[in-house]
């Protein structure tokens, strides 16, 4: 029996990723924007760097972040969640290093403020959109 690659599962990983790379890669424009002297993205394909940045960062919460979040639990238990931002800081800086020319981080103050607008879109998108699409396509 031939399996059906485009099933309700891959609709929703697609759907799941298509609004994860558009909420990054606004976020990074509209922070970088915001915060000029703390993030730089290189203005000659302003959108394709920041779109790559956000493929990076969801390969990286994706890969990453689960053996990032099971190695702090102590840290953000003892901070009751507040570290788990910092979480997002570590992969920004990891994006940071691999774009180092076109896409980097100046500051500390910036990724912070970045990886918490970060969290905020995960939390949102996964409680307020992908959730309701995951319903409907079951």
Given at each position: ?138
């Amino acid at each position: 029996m031939k399996k059906n690659i485009f099933s309700k599962e891959f609709f929703y990983k697609l759907i799941d990723w298509a609004i994860k790379m558009v909420g990054y890669a606004a976020i990074l424009m509209v922070t970088s924007l915001i915060f000029d002297d703390t993030l730089y993205i290189d203005n000659g394909y302003f959108g394709l760097w920041s779109l790559i940045a956000a493929v990076i960062i969801f390969l990286l919460n994706k890969t990453i972040k689960p053996f990032l979040v099971w190695l702090t639990i102590p840290i953000t238990g003892i901070t009751l969640g507040l570290f788990y931002p910092f979480i997002n800081l570590i992969i920004l800086k990891i994006v940071s290093l691999v774009l180092n020319p076109h896409f980097y981080i100046n500051g500390i103050w910036f990724a912070v403020c970045a990886s918490l607008l970060i969290s905020i879109l995960n939390v949102l998108m996964d409680t307020f959109v992908l959730d309701k699409i995951k319903g409907k396509v079951k």
